[in-house]
């Protein structure tokens, strides 16, 4: 199995690999609900779609020299796209290449902080590696 994702802007114009720390990934279902108690004190349920929401840590360098992988600032990029009506909007075609071998595409928003954590010695340069927390919220098909 592979252990990068992949992540591609809606106008294609950006396509870049980023590798996936094991232990920073996490998986949940969300049930988007609402619930209310009625006068008669039965319950009164509204349920929507049902999320995939994945928590990716991705390690990545601040300037990147390996073919197809994107650094730290190609990384801001993806997190950046905030308009669902521009070009590129901010759905992102994304395939898990870590979760599972050759995962088909999903379209994702990248939601949540951008959480950096710098790890080793350096700060700039091919020798200077992050930790980035990336919250993904799949598409419903």
């Known amino acids: 199995m592979a252990d990068y994702i992949l992540m591609t802007n809606s106008n294609s114009s950006l396509s870049k690999k980023f590798y996936v720390v094991p232990e920073g990934f996490n998986e949940m279902l969300k049930k988007k609900y609402t619930a209310a108690e009625t006068i008669d004190g039965g319950l009164d349920v509204t349920v929507g779609q049902v999320y995939d929401r994945r928590y990716y840590t991705v390690r990545v360098r601040q300037a990147e020299d390996e073919e197809g992988f994107g650094d730290l600032e190609d990384l801001k990029t993806f997190y950046s796209y905030n308009d669902p009506n521009g070009t590129p909007s901010n ?3 994304f395939r898990d290449h870590y979760y599972g071998v ?6 994702i928003w990248l939601l949540g ?3 950096k954590s710098i790890i080793g010695n350096a700060v700039i340069g091919g020798n200077a590696y992050a930790l980035v927390k990336l919250e993904v919220w799949v598409q419903p098909s």
């Not at 050759?102 to 379209?107: F, P």
């Open 102 to 107: 050759d995962t088909s595409e999903m379209y």
């Open 91 to 93: 759905l992102i075609t």
């Open 113 to 115: 902080d951008f959480s």
